[in-house]
């Protein structure tokens, strides 16, 4: 099974939506964490309440997914 020849294009295409989900997902987690300082200093239910909370899991999720771009494009193996 060998991989599927990739082109120029989609090349590129995998490295823009790296790019901008690893990018949104910085952002998203700055600014989760900014909204949530001082962090150490919460009880689990006070993180879970607080407003930071859901930009700061949703940019830890889009890092995430930007290590899985390929996966994301859905490139098969099969010509």
């Known amino acids: ?3 599927p020849e990739i082109t ?3 090349e ?3 490295r823009w939506m790296r790019r901008a989900l690893f990018g949104l997902g910085l952002v ?3 600014a989760g964490l900014v909204r949530q300082w001082p962090v150490i200093g919460k009880t689990y239910m ?9 930009p700061l899991m949703v940019g830890l999720i889009m890092i ?9 494009i859905g490139q098969d193996s099969e010509k």
Do not use: N, P, Q
Request: negative net charge; aromatic residues 14%.
């Open 1 to 3: 099974m060998d991989d």
């Open 64 to 72: 995430v997914l930007g290590f899985s771009v390929r996966l994301l």
């Open 46 to 54: 006070e993180f879970i309440e607080g407003k930071g909370y859901l």
């Open 12 to 14: 590129r295409t995998v």
């Open 28 to 30: 998203f987690t700055a």
């Open 8 to 10: 120029e294009g989609e």
